[in-house]
């Protein structure tokens, strides 16, 4: 079943990449990163997702995404 999950998620998120929909990139990057599904690359995209998403920081999904990042940093 996380399998399953996980490659919902995958395709989510190939989904919103491939429509530049980075709102949608983010939620999934952070859904797979919240159960260490991702690696470095795609933690580094997410923090980069932060950056480019300015006017979302006061949304919970923003708080939730940075502070993965924030944790995968150390």
């Given at each position: 079943q996380r399998a399953e999950a996980t490659a919902a998620l995958r395709?989510?998120?190939?989904?919103?990449?491939?429509?530049?929909a980075r709102w949608l990139e983010l939620l999934a990057l952070t859904e797979l990163s919240q159960d260490g599904r991702t690696g470095a690359r795609e933690r580094q995209a997410l923090a980069a997702l932060l950056e480019q998403l300015?006017?979302?920081?006061?949304?919970?999904?923003?708080?939730?995404?940075?502070?993965?990042?924030?944790?995968?940093?150390?």
């Amino acid at each position: 079943q996380r399998a399953e999950a996980t490659a919902a998620l995958r395709r989510a998120l190939a989904e919103a990449r491939a429509q530049e929909a980075r709102w949608l990139e983010l939620l999934a990057l952070t859904e797979l990163s919240q159960d260490g599904r991702t690696g470095a690359r795609e933690r580094q995209a997410l923090a980069a997702l932060l950056e480019q998403l300015p006017e979302a920081r006061e949304t919970s999904a923003f708080r939730k995404a940075q502070a993965l990042v924030g944790a995968a940093r150390g």
